[in-house]
């Protein structure tokens, strides 16, 4: 099968096309056909070197894809050759096949595109486990400030805990401020020099210091959950999202009824040189989704 690989941290050069083997699912795993894969912050700063991990090299970045089965591994049971699933692993994605372990599998609902499943697969869950996990089950009312939120993270966030929190304050990157103004009319946005009455949380999406300056306005029950950083602050906690197909599964059936609307910035064929343009584009409203 044809994948593309990253030979060595670096620039988008390191990104290469490798032919190898198909995989062959284990007991647990099923093999998919890719379908859609969506490019991720995480994969970027992997492949650049931000992000270290100790990996063999060649090795397969991708964190997000949505895909049709072609094979099961022998103790899954309740899936079959044919449909069409999602899921966020991690890597292994930018490839043509992909297995993946039955817990991170989740089925898209039949009016949900492969572009939007994958699409969703990774930030759309971070948000779901981040809402409904962390937020609605620990704190119950106030007012939440979303550091970062014009991201795909985001801006699931948003949709997810408009009717949960009083008030949304957002701070967005330096050109994204008029889209989310008109996606998402509810929230206000504010700067650093903005003076709030009292917030219940922050989700802090950027990992910059100047989201510490907001921690004066917390509620004395009050807690910042990260995406990015472990700060030193005791009410600091670092959030990992766990690649789960029941959380994912519930996603995709927000998606399907409407509830939830996944921005979508461009679309490409799955190659190369779109995968290479794609991991180097900045300040995009919405996500990059390439599509074999
Ligand atoms: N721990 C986990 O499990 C987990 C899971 C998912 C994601 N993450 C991480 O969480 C972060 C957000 O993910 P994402 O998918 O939402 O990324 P994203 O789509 O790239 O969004 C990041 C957003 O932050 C904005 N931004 C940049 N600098 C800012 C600043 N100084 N103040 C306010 N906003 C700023 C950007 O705006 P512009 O584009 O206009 O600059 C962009 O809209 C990434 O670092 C990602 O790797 C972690």
Redesign the pocket.
């Known amino acids: 099968m044809r994948a593309i690989a990253m030979t060595k941290p670096g620039d988008v050069e390191v990104l290469q096309t490798i032919s190898l083997m198909r995989p062959i699912p284990k007991p647990k795993q099923i093999l998919l056909q890719n379908l859609a894969i969506a490019i991720?912050?995480?994969d970027c700063?992997v492949r650049s070197g931000k992000v270290k991990v100790n990996n063999p090299l060649p090795l397969i970045l991708g964190s997000s894809l949505a895909g049709r089965i072609c094979a099961v591994g022998e103790k899954v049971t309740d899936l079959k050759v044919g449909q069409r699933v999602a899921a966020s692993p991690h890597f292994r994605s930018y490839a043509e096949y992909t297995a993946v372990g039955r817990s991170q599998i989740a089925i898209i609902p039949d009016n949900v595109t492969d572009i939007q499943a994958a699409a969703i697969a990774?930030?759309g869950q971070?948000a779901w486990q981040l809402a409904e996990e962390v937020l609605k089950s620990s704190l119950s009312t106030g007012a939440l400030l979303i550091?970062?939120a014009?991201?795909?993270?985001?801006q699931i966030l948003i949709q997810l805990l408009t009717d949960h929190f009083s008030k949304i304050y957002v701070?967005?990157?330096?050109?994204?401020t008029t889209k989310l103004k008109q996606q998402f009319p509810q929230v206000e946005i504010i700067d650093s020099t903005f003076q709030l009455s009292s917030i219940a949380a922050i989700i802090d999406?950027?990992?910059?210091q100047?989201v510490l300056t907001y921690l004066k306005y917390l509620t004395s029950e009050g807690k910042l959950w990260s995406?990015?950083k472990q700060y030193s602050d005791r009410r600091c906690n670092l959030?990992?999202?766990k690649s789960n197909g029941q959380s994912l599964e519930k996603l995709l059936a927000a998606v399907a009824q409407n509830r939830i609307k996944v921005q979508i910035a461009q679309v490409a064929p799955f190659n190369l040189k779109n995968l290479q343009t794609f991991q180097t584009l900045?300040?995009?409203f919405g996500k990059l989704v390439l599509k074999f």
């Open positions: 991720e912050p995480y700063h990774l930030s971070t550091n970062g014009s991201g795909n993270v985001g701070t967005t990157g330096s050109t994204s999406l950027v990992g910059n100047p995406t990015v959030f990992s999202m900045q300040h995009q």
